[in-house]
């Protein structure tokens, strides 16, 4: 099994700022890749931005050079910078590991945390 663990979330005003952080843990864990999925009201959920084991990034276009991606390894934390945030930001943004629990290839989703871009 695999926790994950987010915090971050909040609400903040148009070209503000937000760092969430997203911890894995579990016993036998080796890590593939990280990374951030969103849901807006009545959207489906997409894909924010992603980093392998290697510190190969990938991010939705809308968010490149406002958004980054990054990773602690010996924490087995994932975090991600969100700056001039807009207010089509707002959603719940979600973590995703990628890797094995000791032999057994795992998908798995953090709870969510809401992300509110206002003035």
């Known amino acids: 099994q695999v926790q994950l663990v987010e915090s971050g979330g909040g609400l903040v005003q148009p070209g503000g700022s937000l760092r969430l952080s997203c911890a894995a843990s579990?016993?036998?864990?080796?890590?593939?890749?990280m990374g951030w999925y969103r849901q807006a009201p009545g959207k489906q959920r997409e894909f924010v931005a992603r980093i392998t084991a290697t510190g190969t990034t990938n991010y939705l276009d809308s968010v490149k050079g406002r958004f980054t991606i990054s990773r602690d390894i010996a924490k087995n934390t994932v975090y991600l910078q969100m700056n001039s945030l807009k207010p089509e930001d707002t959603a719940d943004y979600y973590c995703n590991f990628e890797g094995w629990v000791r032999t057994r290839w795992s998908g798995s989703w953090g709870q969510g945390t809401q992300v509110t871009v206002s003035s």
């Open positions: 579990g016993s036998g864990i080796s890590i593939d890749a």
